[in-house]
């Protein structure tokens, strides 16, 4: 975990548009790789410095803290 450099979590985005969360974060921390992902999707459940998921509903609003993991 000592790898992960920058900005790690966005709480300032819930409630906003997936897309345009992602676009923040990729500004933010470019060293991450942003991935947008339905509520209710199987994901893997390791730990990567290097990837944030933004967690979004049917309407594609965020809908928990995008994070560093």
């Known amino acids: 975990m ?3 450099t920058g900005k790690s979590s ?6 906003i548009n997936g897309q345009v969360a992602a676009h ?3 500004k933010e921390n470019p060293k991450v790789s942003v991935q947008i992902v339905k509520e209710g999707m ?5 730990f ?3 990837r ?18």
């Open 48 to 50: 990567r410095c290097d």
């Open 10 to 15: 966005w709480p300032e985005l819930v409630g």
């Open 42 to 46: 199987m994901v893997t459940m390791d």
């Open 24 to 26: 923040i974060i990729a």
């Open 52 to 69: 944030v998921r933004v967690w979004v509903d049917k309407y594609g609003i965020v809908k928990m803290m995008p994070q560093i993991g």
């Open 2 to 4: 000592t790898d992960c």
